[in-house]
């Protein structure tokens, strides 16, 4: 399988971010995703928030990086072009209790180096949001929403555009440390690699084992969501959150990028990592806790629902411990360990990185990566654009005067360009990802089947070889009627 300087296991945000950063050098450079696409656990199931960084302890990580990731994600979303709106966030409160929380909370982010929080009365609460119910708010001016998928994605393409090679559906099943170097054993091989990264998200205290670093106790805190037509977007320009308590931030209502709203999460302790199901009783739960502070919720303009899974590491008491990025030599050398990557590791991927890439400088000189190219162009959005741009693309490229998705106005062009993409990941769901294709309000009812036969005549695969999203995924498992000659 060739030799690596480093071999990164996870390719979520984190993974993806660190596998950029190192990019920045002359490394070879590799990653291994279970997974057949970079956002189908934890990175492409979540809120999509930005954070401010003052829900976390003074002095951790996960307020030191999740500050460093808000205040530089109007560059990256720049630079790799990726919907980011720092539209700011709000925590309501109704009692007295919840009031002195709330300056709790703005003294602990002020501490965190967090800038522009506030406390609003009922009034300026309404002239900000006139559809929230609350007494107060904390106001999080910094604090905004990102695309998650467009996000993890980006970051991976560039990393593959700078030299970064992508492994899909290699789930690692055994880890051996050489003399001088590590084999990593898949279900597609052995590779070796001088350097190893743990960054596989849910897979983090399984892969820790492997690499010798034992005794890390890893849970699954699954949430469940709500999406709701786009046409209440309107009705809510930022983030609507109530107190949050010292381990949750209970259930919200978010505006997206897209200018959907989603309800959620939930919050269920599970040992099942891969089970994503929303029983009918967590969604009238999430709808009828989020009415309390957002009362626009009506079944009419539910369209999808979803959840997802946090990786928390906790301790003997079941306590929720802070991010853990160690290099332990004694036990793994030339081994970086990352445990309870969870929220706000969406916030804090790239800072996350750039700590990683210096824990290695701390053993090695880097040399720097001359062509190393921090740019990536996206696919343009045809629905995004004025009228003169429009007509300019067509005339460019007249398959931008086609729609193959009518909700969301995504054109055969932007469909094109998906399936050609940098990673080739060839899935109808990444598909989905990269264009919003099926994310509309018949979810996927016109447009599926047409994106699959583009899937088949672009890349010559046979219908029963198109796989929705996963591994054992299939679209189609045979004709159900064949023509006669």
């Known amino acids: ?102 300056k709790r909370t703005i003294a602990q982010g002020e501490r965190n180096g967090a800038t522009n929080l506030r406390l609003l009365n009922k009034q300026e609460l309404h002239d ?105 977007g309107e009705l809510l320009p930022m983030p609507i959150y109530p107190v949050p308590s010292n381990t949750y931030m209970g259930i ?33 739960y999430l709808a009828e806790s989020a009415s309390e502070i957002w009362p626009y919720i009506k079944k009419a303009d539910y369209i999808r629902n979803y959840s997802g899974i946090l990786p928390k590491w906790v301790d003997d008491n079941g306590v929720i411990q802070d991010f853990k990025i160690e290099i332990r030599p004694e036990l793994a050398p030339n081994a970086v360990n990352l445990v309870g990557m969870e929220s706000p590791a969406l916030t804090a991927a790239v800072p996350i990185g750039r700590m990683v890439v210096g824990m290695i400088k701390e053993y090695e000189t880097l040399e720097e990566n001359p062509s190393f190219d921090p740019h990536r162009k996206g696919i343009i959005r045809f629905s995004e654009q004025d009228d003169e741009t429009k007509a300019k693309l067509i005339a460019e490229d007249p398959d931008y005067g086609e729609l193959i998705c009518r909700c969301e106005k995504v054109t055969k062009a932007e469909i094109l360009q998906a399936i050609h993409n940098p990673l080739g990941v060839h899935t109808m769901v990444g598909i989905k990802y990269r264009t919003r294709s099926m994310m509309g309000r018949c979810q996927g009812g016109y447009c599926q089947m047409r994106i699959a036969k583009m899937i088949e005549e672009e890349l010559g695969v046979k219908p029963e070889d198109i796989r929705y999203a996963r591994k054992n995924s299939w679209v189609f498992t045979g004709e159900v009627r064949k023509e006669e000659a």
């Open 1 to 102: 399988m060739g030799k690596f300087d480093v071999l990164v296991i996870g390719g979520g945000v984190v993974g993806s971010a660190i596998a950029r950063e190192l990019s920045r050098y002359r490394l070879t450079i590799g990653v291994l995703e279970k997974n057949l696409d970079v956002c189908y656990e934890t990175s492409g199931r979540n809120s999509g928030v930005v954070h401010g960084g003052f829900a976390y302890d003074t002095g951790t990580l996960k307020a030191k990086l999740c500050v460093e990731g808000n205040r530089g994600m109007g560059q990256l979303s720049e630079e790799l072009g990726f919907a980011f709106k720092r539209c700011g966030k709000v925590l309501v409160g109704k009692t007295a209790e919840d009031f002195e929380q709330l």
């Open 128 to 232: 900000l949001i006139p559809t929230a119910v609350g007494e107060f708010a904390m106001f999080s001016e910094n604090s905004g929403i990102v695309d998650p998928f467009g996000c993890t994605v980006a970051l991976a393409e560039n990393a593959a555009q700078n030299g970064v090679t992508y492994f899909f559906d290699n789930e690692v099943t055994a880890i051996e440390r050489g003399k001088d170097d590590w084999k990593i054993t898949t279900n597609h091989g052995t590779y070796e690699t001088r350097w190893v990264i743990n960054s596989a998200g849910l897979g983090c205290g399984k892969i820790s084992d492997m690499l010798g670093i034992k005794g890390y106790h890893v849970i699954g805190s699954k949430g469940d969501y709500i999406i709701l037509d786009q046409r209440m």
């Open 252 to 284: 919200h209502v978010t505006n997206t990028t897209d200018g959907n709203v989603i309800i959620g999460p939930n919050a269920e302790t599970v040992t099942d990592f891969s089970y994503y199901g929303v029983p009918q009783r967590n969604m009238d």
